[in-house]
Structures are given as structure tokens and as C-alpha cells.
């Protein structure tokens, strides 16, 4: 019996070891084929029972999204960070904060987040809704005093009307205000790249270099990409150690470690999206690469640091530059369509 169950287990190892291979060699490379289904991304991210999104949700969702009186300071809205003049991010290194404080993260983009099933860079929380009072409350942040924001809200006329169109039969609190947030974001969707119609069978929506590109992405032998940014969402929702720069430094960020203390945690953030990428450097939770070119010379030399490197990295890749090139093109097929964002108007 302990035979035949480590024959097994050496088979798993043998399966698991040439998976990654397997996979790659499983794909065909032409427009709208079969073996490529698997990143068609599903119309609209799922949502929690009870949050049905809405018409009414969303739109109020927007308008809580945009309004600055949700600030201490009264200067400051999520869009302040995440704005859809730069591709829901801030085109900054790192965030900045209530009174103009540099924070030590990047506003990550909130483009295709409600499909991920893990938030923050360090996972801290699970779903938009735990997100979205978090930097109301936060001293860096938007830095203002939960109660007394419920209690002006309950008492604004507009937003009375709002809430009760979108929640009927529920109070105005930090559940109802979450819920809302959280309708809105999971409208907030890149889809319908050139990549997309590719994938539907449109063989000239991509060019022979971004196919090329896409090809090397997945090549575990060559940009071996796929290994974390997999799935049509281009993320294994997973947490990884990829040796920048900054985790050399003195008393470096711990990410993931800081909410799972194990040890290949130390140094290890989100794997993000790379759909809309092209408009959201600068990259990294450090901000600091600012080109895709450059990020993917990062990857070529297995990244700048290498303690407690994810094991998914490659030292070294062995790409040119003409196959560099082939990947940023391809990262820039995965721009959706969007419409034009307007601003709502906010309740008095
Ligand atoms: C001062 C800038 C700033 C403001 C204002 C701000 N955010 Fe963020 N946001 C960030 C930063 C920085 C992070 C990453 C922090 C971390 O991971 O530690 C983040 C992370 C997020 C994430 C997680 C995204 C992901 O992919 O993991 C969501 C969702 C989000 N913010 C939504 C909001 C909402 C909703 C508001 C308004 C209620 C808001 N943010 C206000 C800077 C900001
Ligand atoms: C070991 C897993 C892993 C591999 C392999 C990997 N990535 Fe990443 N990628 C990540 C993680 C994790 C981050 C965020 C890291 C951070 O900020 O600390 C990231 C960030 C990025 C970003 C910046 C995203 C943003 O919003 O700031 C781009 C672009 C990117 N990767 C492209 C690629 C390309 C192209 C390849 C292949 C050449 C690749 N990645 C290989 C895990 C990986």
C-alpha cells in the first residue's frame, strides 16, 4: 500500500512539474480558437448575495465615490486616488494622503478589481464591501469621523432619497454606504480590448508582433509571465516576492507577511491586472518602475534583489529585445473600450 501511494505521489510530482509545459503546449494560436477560452473574462464580476447591483446602487454608489464632503478635510474622494483620468490610479510613485502626506503605497487601480477574489496589496481585505470604509476612517487617508459623516448623510436630503431608492427598507450606515461603493466599483470593467475580439475570432484585431508578445507571455521557457498573471483577469490572486529594489532597502515594506507571517510572505504583494496597464505607471506597489519596457528588463534579469524571491520567478529569462518589445505590445492590446466617465452631480 505505502508503494503504490509513493508511486503516486511521485506521479503528482512528475504532473505537477510538467503542468506549466503541458499547458503552454495545449494553446493554439489562432483567432477565436477553443484552447483559448479561458481568458474571455465574464461580462460582470460576481457580487455577494444581498448586493444585487442595481441601477439605483450604482449611481449611488457613484455619487459616494466621487463626493469629497466624505473627507475630513472635505478635499479628498476615493477619485482623488483612483481616478479615471489615470486609469482609476493617481499617476503617482505612492499615494498621497490627507494634508499632503506621502503614504508608502501605490493607489493601486480599481479597474477589474471586483473580479479578484482578494483586495489591497497585502490581501488585508476580502471583498469591496470591507474595502470601502477603510480609508474614510484612515488618518492618512480621507481622515474623517465615521459617525458624525452617517450622521450628516442621514440627514441630506439628496441622500435620503438616494439610499432609499437603493436600499429600501435599509438605514444609512457604514453597511449601506459599503454596499453602494462596492456596486459602483464592480462597474468600473476593462473589457473588449483588441485582445478580446482577438480571442472572439477577429484575426485582425491583434498584429503579428502582439501575438508574438502573448505567445512569449505564456512560454515558460521565455517570458513565463503566466506562471502569476494568469487567467482572464491576468492574476492568480495570489502573493508573490518579485525583488525590487525597494525590498533591499532598510527596513523594507513586509507586504503580505504583515497579514500571513510565513516566511515566503516577506516582501510579497498582489499579483495586479494587466488589463488597462498602459495606463496606470507608474508600475509596482513601490511606483517604482515607470515604463512596461523596463518592467519587463525587471523580469528578464529575475528582478534587482533576490532574497525570498517567489519561487515562481526566474532567474534570469531569456528574452531579446525585439521579444521584449513583443510583450509590452501585447500588454497594450489589453486596453478595453471605455466609455467617457461624467461626473454626477452631487445631492445638497
Ligand atoms: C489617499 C489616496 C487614496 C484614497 C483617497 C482612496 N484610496 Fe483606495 N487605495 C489607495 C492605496 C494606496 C491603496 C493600496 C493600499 C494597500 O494595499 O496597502 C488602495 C487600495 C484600494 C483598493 C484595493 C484595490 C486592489 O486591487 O487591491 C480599493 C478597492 C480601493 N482602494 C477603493 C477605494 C475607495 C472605495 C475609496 C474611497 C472610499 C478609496 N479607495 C480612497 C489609495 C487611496
Ligand atoms: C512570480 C510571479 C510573477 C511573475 C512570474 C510575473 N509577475 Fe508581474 N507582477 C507580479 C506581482 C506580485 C506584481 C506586484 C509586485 C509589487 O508591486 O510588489 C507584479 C506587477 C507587474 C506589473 C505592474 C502592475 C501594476 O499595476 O503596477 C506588470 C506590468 C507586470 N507585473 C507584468 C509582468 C510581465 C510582463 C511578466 C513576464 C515577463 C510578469 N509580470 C511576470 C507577479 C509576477
Not at 505537477?16 to 499547458?23: G, K, Q, R, Y
Not at 447591483?53 to 479628498?76: I, Q
Not at 534583489?305 to 510583450?327: C, D, F, Q, R, Y
Request: glycine letters at 8%; charged letters at 20%; a positive charge.
Amino acid at each position: 500500500m505505502k508503494k503504490i501511494i509513493a508511486v503516486f505521489f511521485c506521479y503528482i510530482l512528475f504532473i505537477a512539474s510538467s503542468w506549466a509545459d503541458n499547458d503552454y503546449k495545449s494553446y493554439t494560436f489562432t483567432a477565436g480558437h477553443e484552447s483559448l477560452k479561458m481568458f474571455i473574462l465574464p461580462e460582470r464580476p460576481p457580487f455577494p448575495t444581498g448586493n444585487y447591483p442595481t441601477k439605483e446602487r450604482v449611481e449611488l454608489g457613484k455619487v459616494l465615490f466621487f463626493d469629497a464632503r466624505l473627507s475630513g478635510d472635505k478635499n479628498m474622494s476615493c477619485a482623488t486616488c483612483h481616478s479615471p483620468l489615470f486609469g482609476w490610479s493617481d499617476a503617482l510613485p505612492t499615494a498621497k494622503g490627507s494634508k499632503s502626506m506621502v503614504l508608502g503605497r501605490a493607489s493601486p487601480t480599481i479597474i477589474n478589481t471586483g473580479y479578484n477574489s482578494i483586495q489591497m496589496w497585502d490581501g488585508r481585505k476580502k471583498s469591496l464591501e470591507d474595502q470601502a470604509m477603510g480609508p474614510m476612517a484612515a488618518a492618512v487617508e480621507m481622515n474623517i469621523d465615521i459617525p458624525s459623516l452617517m450622521k450628516w448623510l442621514n440627514q441630506n436630503e439628496g441622500y435620503k432619497r438616494l439610499f432609499s431608492t437603493a436600499y429600501p427598507g435599509e438605514k444609512i450606515n457604514e453597511k449601506t454606504v459599503s454596499k453602494a461603493i462596492a456596486s459602483y466599483e464592480r462597474t468600473i470593467v476593462s473589457r473588449n480590448s483588441r485582445f478580446d475580439h482577438w480571442l472572439n475570432g477577429d484575426t485582425a484585431a491583434l498584429t503579428k508582433e502582439e501575438i508574438k508578445g502573448f505567445k512569449l507571455f505564456l512560454d515558460p521557457n521565455k517570458g513565463n509571465c503566466v506562471a502569476c498573471h494568469s487567467g482572464a483577469n491576468f492574476t492568480d490572486n495570489g502573493f508573490h516576492n518579485i525583488g525590487l529594489s525597494s525590498w533591499g532597502e532598510k527596513n523594507p515594506d513586509m507586504g503580505r507577511y504583515t497579514q500571513k507571517p510565513l516566511k515566503l510572505m516577506k516582501g510579497a504583494f498582489k499579483t495586479p491586472t494587466l488589463r488597462d496597464i498602459e495606463f496606470t505607471a507608474p508600475y509596482f506597489h513601490d511606483g517604482s518602475v515607470t515604463t512596461l519596457s523596463n518592467v519587463v528588463k525587471h523580469y528578464a534579469k529575475g528582478g534587482e534583489v533576490s532574497g525570498n524571491l517567489s519561487p515562481n520567478m526566474k532567474t534570469k529569462l531569456k528574452l531579446n529585445t525585439k521579444e521584449i518589445a513583443a510583450i509590452v505590445a501585447f500588454m497594450k492590446s489589453l486596453s478595453g473600450d471605455h466609455k467617457k466617465t461624467m461626473l454626477p452631480e452631487l445631492p445638497l
